[in-house]
Every structure is written in structure tokens, then in C-alpha cells.
């Protein structure tokens, strides 16, 4: 597959979550997402254990049966549409409201979008966290996140796009129906949409300066 012309440091400062600039039009070759998650299964992984699964989900029924607890989880009560509207609610004056309103239409287009995303990565975790102390959930997550980003990496590398979502989660129970997932015994940890981008140019993100967080020796 075609690898964009990217430094490190650009693949890993313009490797963005992306919403409204996926071509839901533009079919993903199923050897390209086998190549990005052959290069994630190099991410780190305790002991070697290798508990992690990737359910990779084109079959349009599917992915409309998880658009749809998506979409029941940004509409429930304290939901993700709840907190877009206190927010723009709580601006300061019209200005920011307006910018807010803007700020919102991202995660908004997804919601509605979510279906036509030609291909959704489901990474998913042998054993479940619901009664693990903080350290065995901090080993537990961990399995699966370093993997995780790195087909995000590797996903951008070739020109596709992706957003890590977690909200289906409020859903887990009914998702791993719907693709046969033994939901006792393997957790799912999000859904990722994946889908060529339009136009490959992105721009690092807005973040706080480094002394603002960095701790060095001591808090
Ligand atoms: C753990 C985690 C969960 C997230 N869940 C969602 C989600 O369910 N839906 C969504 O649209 N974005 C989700 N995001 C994306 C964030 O809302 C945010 O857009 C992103 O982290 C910042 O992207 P940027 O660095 O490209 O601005 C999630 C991000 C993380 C790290």
C-alpha cells in the first residue's frame, strides 16, 4: 500500500481524530487495515500475553446496528448531546457560543454519519476490568491501548483517517450481540471508524504549553 510522504514527527503530531473530512464514499481495501494491524500487534503487551482481538466490521447491517447504540448513547441523559448543549448553553456571550456551536458539528457529523464509515475497528481485551483493583485495570487498559494507537499511526501512514470513540461502550452488552463477541470473557474498549481522508493534510493540535504539565523529579 501507498505510504504518504510523512517524518515521524509529522505522523505523530498531524495523526488526528477525524470526523468530517473521512470519504465515506472511497472503499478501504481490506489488505491495507491487515497491514496496519499487523504493524500494531508490535505494540507493547504484558508478559507477552497477547489477549488482544480486533474485530474489523464492513458489513453494512452491522455497522448500522452499531451506529445505532452509538447514536442511543449520544442521545441518553447526560449523554454527549446533553454536555454539546450545556456547553454552548454556558458561553460567555453570542461569539462563543457561535464558536462552540462549531466546535460541536464534529462530533455531531459522526453521530449521524457513523454508518456510512466504510470500516469500524473494534479493539477488544480478554477478561473484564468490572472487579479488578486500580492497578490490575491500569495492566488491564494498558494491553490494549499501545496497539491500539499504533493502528491509528499506521492507518494515517497510508491516508486513512480514524477517531478513537468510546461511546458505544454504554451499549458493550448489546455491540458484542451483534458481532458475536462472548461478552463475559472479552471486553471491548471502543470503535474506531476508519475511512481514506479527504485531502491528507492535517495540522497539529491546539495543546497546553509542556511546562504547564511537565513534572520533572517531583510533582
Ligand atoms: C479515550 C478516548 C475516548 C474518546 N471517545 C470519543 C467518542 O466516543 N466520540 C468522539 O467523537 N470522540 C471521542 N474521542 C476523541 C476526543 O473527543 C477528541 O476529539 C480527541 O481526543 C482530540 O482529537 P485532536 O487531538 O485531533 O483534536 C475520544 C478520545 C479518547 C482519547
Not at 491495507?32 to 500487534?41: N, S
Amino acid at each position: 500500500m501507498p505510504i504518504l510522504d510523512l517524518s515521524i514527527d509529522e505522523l505523530l503530531t498531524t495523526t488526528r481524530s477525524v470526523r468530517k473530512r473521512l470519504d465515506l464514499t472511497r472503499p478501504v481495501e481490506p489488505e491495507v487495515i491487515r497491514e496496519c494491524l499487523t504493524l500494531a500487534l508490535q505494540a507493547p503487551t504484558p508478559g507477552g500475553g497477547q489477549r488482544w482481538h480486533f474485530i474489523v466490521v464492513t458489513d453494512p447491517s452491522q455497522r448500522e446496528a452499531l451506529a445505532a447504540l452509538y447514536h442511543k448513547s449520544t442521545r441518553s441523559p447526560g449523554g454527549q448531546e446533553d454536555i454539546l448543549n450545556q456547553m454552548i448553553a454556558a458561553a460567555a456571550d453570542q461569539q462563543e457560543a457561535a464558536q462552540l456551536t462549531r466546535v460541536a458539528e464534529s462530533p455531531r457529523y459522526l453521530t449521524e454519519h457513523l454508518h456510512e464509515v466504510p470500516v469500524h475497528v473494534i479493539p477488544c481485551i480478554e477478561g473484564r476490568t468490572e472487579n479488578l483493583s486500580a492497578v490490575e485495570q491500569a495492566a488491564h487498559w494498558g494491553e490494549i491501548w499501545p496497539a491500539t494507537w499504533s493502528f491509528m499511526l499506521a492507518a494515517r501512514s497510508r491516508g486513512l483517517g480514524t477517531v478513537l470513540t468510546t461511546l458505544h461502550l454504554d451499549f458493550e452488552r448489546e455491540a458484542a450481540e451483534v458481532l458475536g463477541i462472548p461478552y463475559e470473557q472479552v471486553m471491548q474498549v471502543g470503535l474506531i471508524p476508519v475511512a481514506y481522508t479527504l485531502g491528507t493534510s492535517f495540522k497539529p493540535a491546539g495543546r497546553k504549553p509542556l511546562d504547564e504539565v511537565l513534572h520533572w523529579d517531583r510533582w
